[in-house]
Structure formats: C-alpha cells, structure tokens
C-alpha cells in the first residue's frame, strides 16, 4: 500500500501562483492530481507518466499548470500560474502501481491522497 501526502494548498489571490507537493511513500507508476470543486464531482486536472516523459492536461489546466516529477523523492509537483477562481477546490494526488487505463479516469489510479484545499479569492 502506497500513502501519499498532498501539501502545498492555501488561500491566494486570482493571478497568484501556487504550487502543490504530493509525497509517496513507495513506487508508483503514473500520478496525477484531481480536482473537486463545492457541489460538484471529482474532475481530472493532469497527470504524468512513470518516466515523466508524457504528460496529460485537462484543458482547464493546459498552458497554466505544470505537472513535474522528482524521481529520486517519489514526489510528484502542480506548479498553477495565474489562478483563476474556478480553479478553487480540494486537489487530490493520485497514483498508480500499474501501467495500463485513461489517464484522465479515475479508475486508472489505485492510491489516493486526503486531498489539499485550494482557494483562489476574486
């Protein structure tokens, strides 16, 4: 069982920058981070392959976020310029110890994280 540790989310201005950290505690595979907005459901922002050679982006997130791994640490960073409010939302880590599955699915990941708070204030 791989834990993994979401950090990073805080309260920020709209065109603010901000960045989220995602520690797990064994290998994985692909990893990505989800986003769940109030009263709506769980959506895909973006995700990386286990080399970190490809990359999805949701096109919300396509051109402002930056998905980028740290191998040596497990880590798995969102670098998010340019905050919008409809960015707003808990972000959830997730990742994968097997290969195969839509990347953008949610059933393509088997660890999940407690997710981080991030609000962007107008």
């Known amino acids: 069982q791989v834990q993994l540790v979401e950090s990073g989310g805080g309260l920020v201005q709209a065109g603010d920058s901000l960045r989220l950290s995602c520690a797990a505690s064994?290998?994985?595979?692909?990893m990505g981070w989800f986003r769940q907005a109030p009263g709506k459901e769980r959506e895909f922002v973006v995700a990386?392959?286990?080399?970190?050679?490809?990359?999805l982006y949701a096109d919300s997130a396509s051109g402002r976020f930056a998905i980028s791994r740290d191998y040596a640490k497990t880590t798995v960073y969102l670098k998010m310029n340019s905050l919008k409010p409809e960015a707003m939302g808990v972000y959830y880590c997730a990742a994968s110890g097997r290969y195969g599955g839509a990347w953008s699915g949610a059933n393509a990941y088997d660890y999940w994280g407690q997710g981080t708070q991030v609000t962007v204030s107008s």
């Open positions: 990386i392959g286990g080399t970190g050679g490809h990359t």
């Open positions: 064994g290998r994985t595979t692909l």
